[in-house]
């Protein structure tokens, strides 16, 4: 409760000193959300992490808990491989996604299969997202939840394609299905750009922090981060589908809060930028 009220209160002094638009529309009729260019809090840290839950997602969990931080988590039905031996993503992970929402942190949605929305009909993307939402409730039943928070997968069309027509189809097919969470452009942390020795996408004897390239791609993925930050609001993009994210992250952590900066939820920005709930957002921009 002490945390949850210190959080309101952080955010409420933003409210008041920094001046945001409360305008619902945005560029190519795009659902509401977040996307590059627009307001975000100063010296404030949305770390979010996509593709999940993985064999790393706990220990990614272990990182927030010990240093105090939430995060927004967008996540996969059905996408890692091997999935199949747990039924689904949901399913194996079930433990882990239900400690992610008692520990505080948000949780959105990714769709079911990771497809790229840029080659998808409206019809094939609504498919992917509510499938994604049925799966996470069938699995998590009382433990679940609506998610509301979407991220394309790949950033796509928002990030990778200027092409309008696209935009436009696809954010067409994305108005009333929730709210879109974008990131920093130039805050991609690049950590999904390779498999390196050293690390694999599960947990066992392929895994070596040790070995000089997994070392090499923290140190990159470090310094892509923490030396551009300049007191400006940033989302974060992480997976935390790789052991060189969750090794890394405690330093990156370390070095923002070192600066001066809090960290933050999807969630939270819906109250910082609108004053409502996404939940409440979501509800009165479908109307």
């Not at 974008?182 to 991609?188: L, V």
């Not at 890394?248 to 969630?267: N, S």
Request: charged share 30%.
């Amino acid at each position: 409760m002490k945390t949850t009220f210190l959080v309101s209160l952080l955010f409420l002094t933003y409210c008041s000193s920094f001046e945001t638009s409360t305008n619902i529309q945005t560029d190519h009729k795009s659902p509401i959300g977040y996307y590059e260019g627009d307001p975000l809090p100063p010296k404030t840290a949305f770390l979010t992490f996509d593709d999940g839950p993985s064999d790393w997602t706990g220990d990614v969990l272990d990182v927030l808990k010990k240093e105090k931080v939430r995060a927004t988590f967008f996540v996969c039905g059905a996408w890692l491989p091997k999935v199949s031996t747990g039924g689904n993503s949901f399913r194996k992970y079930k433990t882990v996604l239900i400690r992610m929402k008692e520990e505080g942190h948000t949780i959105g949605n990714h769709t079911l299969g990771h497809q790229n929305f840029a080659y998808m009909s409206p019809k094939r993307i609504e498919s992917q997202l509510e499938e994604n939402q049925k799966l996470y409730q069938n699995e998590l039943g009382e433990y679940s939840g609506k998610l509301i928070w979407i991220r394309p997968p790949f950033g796509s069309p928002y990030i990778r394609t200027k092409n309008e027509t696209v935009r436009k189809r696809v954010s067409s097919a994305l108005l009333g299905k929730g709210l879109v969470f974008m990131w920093t452009k130039e805050f991609d942390s690049t950590d999904s750009k390779e498999w390196v020795k050293g690390e694999w996408y599960e947990k066992g004897p392929r895994i070596n922090p040790d070995n000089e390239k997994f070392r090499k791609k923290m140190d990159r993925i470090y310094n892509s981060l923490v030396y551009k930050t300049e007191g400006q609001g940033v989302v974060i993009l992480f997976h935390d589908t790789h052991p060189t994210t969750k090794e890394v992250l405690p330093y990156i952590i370390e070095k923002l809060k070192a600066e001066g900066y809090t960290f933050a939820t999807a969630e939270d920005y819906t109250r910082w930028r609108w004053g409502k709930t996404s939940e409440e957002l979501s509800e009165e921009v479908s109307d």
